[in-house]
């Protein structure tokens, strides 16, 4: 079992095993143990418990007769997830061209600087500089119903660990859509940030498929 602890002042063993299975350093069907995670994480059983607990309400773990392991994917489930986050997805930009303030325009464009930035960065960087950009443009929406309904369907992504960032050019193309997905937001044209917000994770779900197609 691979976790990759980062220091700090307070360890959060869900948000860092959460990030674990996203990025893969978890697999599907791996074992979680309680007592070699806290051996880990250098704390007591009863917060790897609760953060246990809590990935197991978000469905990246499941309950076997063995214990609790990383819930494993079918092509099935990526389709329907994806196909639930485009449409949340393209709604989100449109209705982030329509409610967005100047200060959302000056935070959009800092996250896509450091989207941009992250390029010389290891898949733990780029991931985050990705979550962060999108973040900040559902945070545009000033819509916290639909802010709600895209965490909760990125956790369940999470369930997907392959990173469609590793796919080849991905990278380059994903700096360019959300380049044009800043400047519809801009320039207040909602059917434009709908059309590329709903392409950008069209693709996405398609690369993802290849790349669980790959793994086989």
């Given at each position: 079992m691979?976790?990759?602890?980062?220091?700090?002042?307070?360890?959060?063993p869900?948000?860092?095993?959460?990030?674990?299975i996203?990025?893969?350093?978890?697999?599907?069907?791996?074992?979680?143990?309680?007592?070699?995670?806290?051996?880990?994480?250098?704390?007591?059983?009863?917060?790897?418990?609760?953060?246990?607990?809590?990935?197991?309400?978000?469905?990246?773990?499941?309950?076997?007769a063995s214990g609790l392991?990383?819930?494993?994917?079918?092509?099935?489930?990526?389709?329907?997830?994806?196909?639930?986050?485009?449409?949340?997805?393209?709604q989100?930009?449109?209705?982030?061209?329509?409610?967005?303030t100047?200060?959302?325009?000056?935070?959009?464009?800092?996250?896509?600087?450091?989207?941009?930035?992250?390029t010389?960065?290891?898949?733990?960087?780029?991931?985050?500089?990705?979550?962060n950009?999108?973040?900040?443009?559902?945070?545009?929406?000033?819509?916290?119903?639909?802010?709600d309904?895209?965490?909760?369907?990125?956790?369940?992504?999470?369930?997907?660990?392959?990173?469609?960032?590793?796919?080849?050019?991905?990278?380059?193309?994903?700096?360019?859509?959300?380049?044009?997905?800043?400047?519809?937001?801009?320039?207040?044209?909602?059917?434009?940030?709908?059309?590329?917000?709903?392409?950008?994770?069209?693709?996405?779900?398609?690369?993802?498929?290849?790349?669980?197609?790959?793994?086989?």
């Open positions: 691979t976790v990759a602890v980062r220091g700090g002042d307070a360890i959060d869900y948000a860092q095993l959460k990030e674990s996203y990025l893969g350093d978890l697999q599907p069907g791996e074992h979680l143990v309680e007592t070699s995670l806290a051996q880990t994480f250098r704390v007591s059983r009863t917060p790897i418990r609760q953060a246990l607990t809590r990935l197991e309400q978000d469905g990246l773990v499941l309950r076997t392991v990383v819930r494993d994917r079918t092509p099935g489930e990526v389709l329907d997830i994806y196909e639930v986050r485009i449409l949340l997805e393209a989100c930009g449109r209705t982030a061209a329509e409610r967005r100047n200060n959302d325009i000056i935070a959009l464009h800092q996250a896509h600087r450091r989207y941009v930035n992250a010389d960065l290891d898949a733990r960087g780029r991931v985050g500089a990705n979550r950009f999108h973040s900040i443009v559902w945070q545009s929406t000033h819509q916290l119903a639909l802010i309904l895209l965490q909760r369907v990125e956790v369940q992504l999470g369930r997907f660990p392959l990173t469609t960032l590793s796919y080849e050019g991905r990278w380059e193309e994903t700096v360019e859509q959300h380049a044009e997905l800043v400047a519809a937001i801009e320039a207040r044209d909602g059917d434009r940030a709908a059309e590329v917000a709903g392409r950008h994770f069209s693709e996405a779900r398609d690369i993802r498929l290849k790349l669980w197609e790959n793994e086989d």
